[in-house]
């Protein structure tokens, strides 16, 4: 089982739903006008529609609604945590952005009870979230859920790593970066894998 916790157009949900082993995809994206997207491309792949669960909402620490701007043409750097326009990146153009409302909701409180669901199976918990990441994995880890999961890929941002890669390891997961991993990069793939 697949939780993937920013789903953006939904590559990786569609990837991991069109695998035999992989029982059920549960995906998250709290953008609204990505949401959607994500929906056609279920849609385009119906086969594969029955083992996917979609949620209109972003994970983080606590509930909350919040108004931020969005930019379709920048739809995979989206955050929840972080003001993408106000640094100077030609990737994001304020110019171009609309106001959109977002909902965040603890993250142990929606992905425990799917977790309990699927005891019987791997649990894997993909999450790229564009800074929301570093929350996730404390509200997960404070609760106890991070030792119910068997593997973690996970995209870190804006932040070295390092509380990240502690949290993975107090609780039983061999980590590893992808690719060449330089002390202090705030930009990388982690994968963890629990120790057996």
């Known amino acids: 089982m697949l939780l993937d916790v920013g789903m953006n157009f939904g590559t990786t949900t569609l990837y991991y739903a069109n695998k035999s082993n992989v029982r059920h995809v ?12 994500a929906l056609r491309n279920i849609q385009l792949n119906g ?14 620490q606590e509930d909350r609604t919040l108004e ?22 030609p990737i994001f153009k304020k110019e171009k952005a609309a106001v959109e409302q977002v909902t965040v909701r603890n ?8 977790v309990l669901q699927h005891q019987q199976d791997q649990i894997v918990l993909k999450v790229d979230t564009e800074g929301a990441e570093f929350e996730i994995f404390k509200t997960l880890d404070e609760g106890g859920l991070l030792k119910k999961i068997d593997i973690v890929m996970l995209e870190y941002h804006f932040r ?10 107090t ?5 590893f970066y992808k690719g060449e991993h330089k002390k202090g990069e705030q930009t990388g793939v982690i994968y963890g894998v629990r120790n057996a």
Do not use: C, W
Request: no cysteine; net charge negative; proline share 8%.
């Open 47 to 60: 086969r594969l529609a029955p083992k996917i669960t979609t949620y209109p909402i972003g994970l983080g």
């Open 160 to 169: 070295s790593p390092q509380e990240l890669e502690d949290r993975l390891t």
């Open 68 to 89: 931020t701007l969005y930019d379709k043409e920048a739809s995979g750097g989206m955050s929840t945590t972080v003001d993408r326009f106000r640094d100077a990146s």
């Open 171 to 175: 609780n039983g997961f061999v980590v």
């Open 107 to 114: 993250a142990l409180a929606v992905l425990e009870p799917i």
């Open 26 to 37: 549960y995906a998250f994206e709290p953008f609204i006008p990505t949401y959607e997207e």
